[in-house]
DNA sequence: GAGTGGTCTAGACCACTAA
DNA sequence: TAGTGGTCTAGACCACTCC
């Protein structure tokens, strides 16, 4: 990789170290490379270590690399599609996949906020199931699934036990009653987020991490009965919403045509 | 406003001190009120202004908070739901609603990349309308529409010419012969992205704004006829993704429901 | 212990906005 | 011209990983 001589410009230092960083990378490196260490490259390029620091958090927010404390920062991996909807990621998860793994479940009263969002009454116990989705093994979003106890009336009376492997099996309970209702009808919304402290140790990432929150609302019968808050890697994952019925076309690599467009 | 006094503890300075000032806001500001400057605030925290901007850094990412230079660091509004499908948001966008406004079109060979995403042959000719989506009066995302000329036989061979009326003429030439198409498919998905120099001045943003990049497949009688890269202002934007027949319920202020859990 | 990225400091200067 | 956020520096120390 040559060295730096940026030339003047009107723009920030730290944008045109990212592009040339980006051109580097693109020409001479591939995934799983660690690139040469931060004090070594910033000296490279003649600007302080905080600059450099500017433009390589850039390119982590696009994916491009991933730092690692101790070992160094890597070439990142092209991100994963991941399927967003009831059809194709297999719902609740019970029986059909592997792709969600049931963390625990929590029932408690509705908090004001939850309650409107559910359309129940303040108060009303909602069941809060946690679970984890995994693509390729590696763990990509966390979800908080929130299902008002009056739309699983069927859900067995167990004691409430605080971890262990209870915990995990009353998560499985209340999917599966959730199933049965047979849900018909679901709607979605996405925003950039960043993961606070539970959701960034479930994640396996440090707090602060940029996240895609997915915010769906699941229906049956007409009506309301799950809210699922889930906050994907956004570092790693591309989502994808699917479309029956649409022909099969070869997945693009957005980024490569918006680079070169 | 109360004055810091950070209590030791293991997490970072610039984590607590964004905890912190979270809770301030929602309880101390609304919508559009200005925080003290930055040089006060890292004294009032006892922190210095570097690691108080690392907090205000990710506040920003959140949406909770916009930085205009000259101006002061303001209390952001709730993002704005933006509705992305065919059917809401009016396809093409000619003569069914306002939110598209077509800005030029070029016409050009395809690149390697492009040509291997529309499933052409590689030179062949692609007209690229660029469009800005406006939402409320605001500039919420930037739109490169690829569509291969063998998709759109009928359109005039105009000769081309850069810059003036003729452009957004020809961009809405190209949006109606796709029109007339008859699409009846699309496929999309949703990844984080920065605002690159042309994308971020369209936006009226600065270079390396966060943004949403939407990929979406257009297909046409079973045949991919379109390919479009909108680029979503992140920091103001939650994408929805409707669906029929589902029962219409109180949208969710998904932030809320999430921190309060 | 050596090497890496992560955090934090104290200060400087620049670019932009508004009175 | 005064005040704001944006950029940049040179250095320090910490937390983590690996040998």
Redesign the interface.
Known sequence: MGQGQLTAAP?PKY?HL?TVLVRTIDSEFSTGQVLPNERELAARFGVARATLRQALD?LE???RLVRRRGIGTLIAAP?V?VPVSRREEGWPGTTRTQAWRAVDCVSAPA?A??A??L?IPPGETVH?VRRLRLVQGQIMAAE?L?VPDSAVPLLPAVPHVVGGAAESDRARSVLRQLDRLGV???????????A?AKEATLLERP??T?V??V?T?Y?AA???VA?A?S?YR??T???????T???E??P??????????
Chains 1, 2 share one sequence.
């Open positions: 723009e944008w990212r850039q927010l696009e994916g991100r599609g908090s906020q939850l409107l969002a359309g809060t908080s929130h018909d009808g679901e709607s979605r919304s996405v925003e950039l987020g960043v606070e707090p602060g940029p895609l929150v915010t609302q229906a007409g009506r309301l809210l808050v906050t956004a570092d994952c591309k989502l994808t919403f699917g479309e019925g649409l022909v076309v070869t693009v690599e957005a980024g490569a045509v918006r680079t070169a467009s």
